[in-house]
């Protein structure tokens, strides 16, 4: 261990330290195992120290510490990130944020907190204190925290009504710390908060979040077959069309999905069944029934409020987004996963044709969601994966074929996005981390500016393999 990190922990002392490294190297790890490109290169990342700030002042302390003794710094929360967000490229110390879980006000349409409160948590609270909602959530709600959405997330439960989290509104306020000689606070609102939002914790730390809200329901949760995967998409984004009904997911999954990696719907489902899963306001009940009454294709097999199942499924958002990926690696650890954005007004046309190029070798398993008023696809689709190559050569035919690739199986903002600089991210770490010291390896236009993406960047500062 070298000297800065070890007079770094010196200065930290009086803090809530760990350095054992089992568990150092737990808190050192998100979910990139979900791609066999990024486990064979990130398995063996790990920090030095982790540290656990009970407040923003003692952050201050610890950036003020870690910038002298020339100490990289990953923020994380629970580490449910698929990507290696929070992986700890150049070792140092991991910043972690479980103890700074309050919930600090809730008023009409709007709720403040602290980033390391788990999103469940931030959703039971602002329901029993106030009968509101938060808008929007990953299907790892149980363990994933509100800070850990923000810098890392996209979208998910909810964003077939409400978009993608950097959308206008969708963020009210950001309070963050910079890595300075002597930090400073600051405050971001309107359109300043794209400098900090899915910023990965590269160029300042979020220590308070302020975000909308919306009126609490007892969401009612179905699943419904059909025999035709497009027909399964058209009910799903006709339905997300229906001004009056108001939805909070629409996620189709095509065959055999459900029948191979869902253990509780397998009994009511055939090899070829495609299903979609929803999630329905109770009042617009009766709306949605006389929708699906019209759509004789669509078959009803499970309802929340109704269930005459022998084991209850769960909720029904837990079987979408990327908890899709997780229950399929459950059953088969050899598949992996894309993430695609199929654009409106040509999603349907897209998805057609992928399907009709890769068959069984690529499962769609679609999610609804809203993109400046247009109701249009993202996607995770579950590619049975044989090599790395193959892997690049599915990402390049979708993206010839005018699909939208956020590629899992990279670790930097910029290939994990759309491959363009952001420059109000880059500005702002030119501002606020003048050593690069936040999150190393994870912005190629601070490492690299001239870099071109014909290939996988990969971070020249990585630890190296054991």
Avoid at 318 to 327: A, D, M, V
Avoid at 355 to 363: C, Q, S, T, Y
């Amino acid at each position: 261990m070298n000297a800065g990190i070890e007079a770094a922990k010196r200065e930290l002392r009086h803090m809530e330290i760990d350095d054992n490294p089992v568990s150092v190297k737990a808190k050192s790890r998100d979910f990139f195992w979900y791609s066999p490109v990024l486990k064979d290169r990130l398995d063996h990342i790990g920090a030095d120290f982790v540290v656990n700030p009970r407040s923003e002042a003692e952050i201050v302390q610890i950036l003020a510490s870690c910038y002298k003794h020339d100490v990289p710094l990953t923020t994380r929360g629970t580490g449910t990130g698929n990507y290696g967000q929070a992986m700890p490229l150049a070792g140092g110390c991991v910043m972690h944020m479980r103890n700074m879980s309050a919930v600090k006000e809730i008023h009409p349409g709007r709720v403040i907190v602290e980033p390391g409160c788990l999103l469940k948590e931030l959703d039971e609270h602002c329901r029993k204190h106030s009968s509101q909602e938060i808008r929007m959530f990953s299907s790892t709600w149980a363990t994933a925290t509100i800070g850990g959405f923000i810098a890392g997330g996209s979208g998910g439960v909810g964003s077939c009504t409400w978009g993608q989290l950097r959308d206008v509104g969708n963020i009210i306020r950001l309070r963050v710390v910079t890595m300075e000689e002597q930090p400073r606070i600051l405050e971001f609102r309107g359109d300043e908060l794209p400098r900090v939002s899915h910023a990965y914790g590269t160029n300042g730390i979020i220590t308070e979040i302020e975000i909308p809200l919306a009126p609490a329901y007892d969401w009612v949760g179905m699943f419904l077959a059909f025999d035709d995967f497009m027909d399964s998409a058209r009910f799903a984004i006709d339905l997300a069309n229906q001004d009056g009904i108001l939805i909070k997911l629409a996620n189709p999954f095509e065959a055999p999905i459900a029948h191979e990696y869902f253990p509780r719907i397998k009994p009511y489902v055939s090899s070829d069944t495609n299903l979609v899963g929803i999630m329905v306001a109770p009042h617009s009940l009766d709306g949605f029934m006389t929708f699906a009454a019209a759509r004789p294709e669509a078959k009803i097999i499970y309802r929340s409020d109704d269930n005459d199942w022998k084991r209850d499924p769960g909720p029904v958002f837990e079987y979408g987004w990327n908890h899709t990926t997780l229950r399929a690696l459950r059953i088969d650890p050899s598949i992996t996963y894309l993430q695609v954005r199929y654009g409106f007004p040509r999603h349907l046309e897209l998805v057609a044709r992928v399907r009709e190029e890769f068959g069984g070798e690529v499962l769609q398993h679609l999610e609804v969601i809203r993109e400046n008023g247009k109701a249009m696809f993202a996607g995770l689709p579950i590619v049975k994966f044989t090599n790395e190559e193959r892997l690049d050569e599915i990402v390049r035919i979708h993206e010839e074929m005018g699909c939208m690739i956020f590629n899992p199986h990279r670790y930097t903002l910029e290939e994990g996005g759309r491959q363009t600089v952001d420059r109000r991210q880059l500005e702002f770490k030119r501002e606020a981390d003048p050593k690069g010291l936040l999150n190393p390896g994870k912005m190629i236009a601070w490492d690299d500016p001239d870099w071109d993406f014909g290939r996988m960047y990969e971070y020249r500062g990585i630890q190296p393999k054991p």
